[in-house]
């Protein structure tokens, strides 16, 4: 089976510099403890796991804000994720007197920059996001100015907006969710102004995915169910014609569905560690079509 890796894949800047600034506090004995982590550093359970065996705490609940969880901690030290946080968990951090560290992602916060700015200008704010990230909940905590939208069906359910209006987006949002936004959008506000602030880490992977070989049957996308960028490889590759799947590890794979392939190709999120991709990749270039009996399920190494 011919295999192809696809480049880029993996760890974006943002997530290299979020778990370098987490490992380097994990071995800082001057922190006040415990240190408490807002939400997931990154959108991927193996790099959670690994933290947590180094003794930082992971407070995470996809139904409570990063304000609602940071009322959970009342000493030690704080770490903001690399996704962000509003204005107000800052100054609620400051308010509790706890250390802070942030691991904001740089690309992260241009984009939550470009949205204040479109505001001071008087602007109201269309921003395509997912409900519920992280990314979206700080957007909406700057006023009433900003609407979230995902679907062409939230564009046509807004009240009529007085112009100027600008549009901005999540960083990990697909080229394919972007865009046609943007033209249901543009139909309704026709002078409306596009901020596009997907992450060039998110914008290369996703042009890999579309540029892969037509010969590839199944293109298998390494990365975490909460990952928003990694489910987002899978729809460009759907999109694109070629059928994907998100496993997070190589014993996600299925020796009897490779059976039926002979090209295909390997991508990972942005937030998935190296070693997991590696794995899958020499997994499926070492895979026997022609004795699946005796291969055993694949199995991941911690």
Do not use: W
């Not at 959108?43 to 180094?54: M, P, Q």
């Not at 409900?131 to 909406?140: F, G, I, Y």
Request: aromatic share 4%; with cysteine.
């Amino acid at each position: 089976m011919l295999v192809t890796a696809l480049t880029p894949r993996g760890f974006c800047h943002g997530v290299v510099q979020a778990t370098k600034q987490l490992r380097d506090i994990a071995q800082d004995p001057t922190l006040p403890q415990p240190i408490q982590v807002l939400g997931m550093v990154v959108h991927n359970r193996k790099i959670v796991e690994d933290f947590t065996a180094l003794g930082i705490i992971t407070l995470d609940d996809r139904h409570k804000t990063r304000l609602e969880l940071l009322e959970q901690v009342n000493q030690g030290t704080v770490v903001i994720t690399a996704h962000g946080a509003s204005d107000a968990v800052y100054r609620r951090i400051q308010e509790k007197g706890l250390t802070l560290i942030d691991t904001t992602c740089t690309d992260v916060t241009r984009a939550q920059v470009a949205v204040k700015q479109a505001l001071s200008k008087g602007h109201t704010v269309l921003f395509a996001g997912r409900k519920n990230h992280p990314e979206s909940e700080t957007v909406l905590s700057y006023g009433d100015g900003v609407h979230l939208i995902e679907t062409p069906e939230d564009v046509a359910a807004l009240a009529q907006l007085e112009a100027p209006i600008s549009m901005t987006n999540q960083t990990t949002m697909s080229l394919f969710d972007i865009y046609p936004l943007f033209e249901a959008v543009r139909k309704r506000y026709p002078t409306v102004e596009l901020l596009d602030e997907q992450c060039e880490a998110t914008r290369l992977r996703q042009l890999a995915l579309m540029r892969q070989p037509k010969t590839v049957e199944h293109c298998f996308v390494v990365g975490d169910p909460r990952s928003n960028n990694s489910r987002k490889l899978v729809e460009v590759s759907i999109e694109a014609g070629i059928p994907a799947t998100l496993i997070e590890s190589v014993a996600d794979l299925n020796p009897a569905q490779l059976k039926t392939y002979r090209h295909v190709s390997v991508t990972s999120g942005a937030s998935t560690p190296t070693i997991l991709t590696q794995e899958v990749i020499r997994y499926l270039k070492a895979f026997n079509q022609n004795s699946i009996d005796a291969i055993q399920s694949p199995k991941h190494t911690p």
